[in-house]
């Protein structure tokens, strides 16, 4: 019969602590928030959820690391904590941002104290999350996990403001343009989450072509798509068009708006996923 060891350096080690502290604090932040009753809108449902999902994944990967459970999963364990990581620094950075913007008024009318120490332990929650990120991203040369390295991480980052982008998202039927745009974040988010989930289900080994060279076409295939993207989204989103006086967040404008600044963010990381992928692939340092 198997027998489960304690692995201390699962919550001593630089990383654990940066866990554990994420741990700690997403739970004050959801919480504070829950004590007040004040969630019910989608933007603060949004950000409970978020609370509450970093804190539970978090949990589990200590409680695994500590166990020493996580060598039976079918997964590879480092590029499934790896991308964790980092999508859970962005999906809090978020969170730090939203929360505060939408449930604290100006001024603060109830629940003041719980909402700004809610507020304050998202945004140390996010930096708990960017140093594990920074603790565990792969050294130069190093591709024995891939979403470790920096392509794998701006991979996990295209995906999440490609959902963005889709939350943002309105009116675009009436535009052949808009329409395009549409197909190209749809088209490049399934390609790169399902290179996300091959990668971490140790799946790529079985697709039968150079594969480092693969992943260096579609970058570029991508980083062009999303150029069209970035010049035809604010064209025909713009054309004739005014900001409408009042304009608040569920106004058409500030959503496309929204989506032409996060296009443009997605075309920069998609550039420099191309840069950093090809060096990894053509250009080898002297051992």
């Known amino acids: 019969m198997a027998m489960a060891t304690v692995n201390l350096r699962a919550v001593t080690s630089w990383v654990g602590i940066a866990r554990l502290f994420a741990v700690v604090l997403s739970c004050v932040a959801f919480s504070l928030v829950a004590s007040t009753g004040e969630y019910k809108s989608p933007y603060g449902t949004w950000c409970m959820f978020t609370w509450c ?7 589990v990967v200590l409680v695994l690391e500590l166990l020493e459970f996580y060598s039976a ?12 990581s980092m999508l859970a620094a962005l999906m809090v950075f978020t969170t730090s941002v939203v929360y505060p913007s939408t449930s604290i008024g100006s001024p603060c009318s109830s629940h003041c104290a719980q909402k700004a120490v809610a507020t304050t332990a998202s945004c140390l ?14 050294k130069p040369g190093d591709i024995s996990s891939f979403l470790s390295t920096v392509p794998g991480l701006l991979k996990v980052f295209e995906v999440y403001v490609a959902c963005l982008i889709f939350s943002l998202l309105d009116s675009y039927a009436s535009e052949a343009g808009l329409q395009w745009c549409v197909a190209v974040y749809s088209i490049c988010f399934i ?9 971490i289900g140790r799946c790529l080994a079985y697709i039968p072509c150079p594969l480092e060279k693969m992943l260096v076409g579609y970058n ?3 980083l062009v798509m999303y150029i069209t993207a970035t010049v035809l989204w604010p064209l025909y989103s713009f054309k004739d068009t005014k900001r409408p006086n009042p304009c608040n967040s569920e106004c058409t404008w500030n959503k496309h708006l929204g989506v032409t600044f996060l296009t443009i963010f997605n075309l920069i990381a998609y550039l420099v996923d191309l840069i950093y992928s090809t060096r990894m692939v053509f250009i080898r340092t002297p051992s």
């Open 53 to 59: 999902f970093c804190f539970a994944v978090t949990l």
């Open 73 to 84: 999963l079918p997964i590879s364990w480092d590029d499934f904590t790896s991308a964790f």
């Open 125 to 138: 929650c996010f930096l708990a999350y960017a140093l594990e990120v920074g603790l565990t991203r792969a």
């Open 191 to 199: 390609i790169t989450f399902l290179i996300i989930i091959f990668t």
């Open 220 to 222: 570029a295939l991508a």
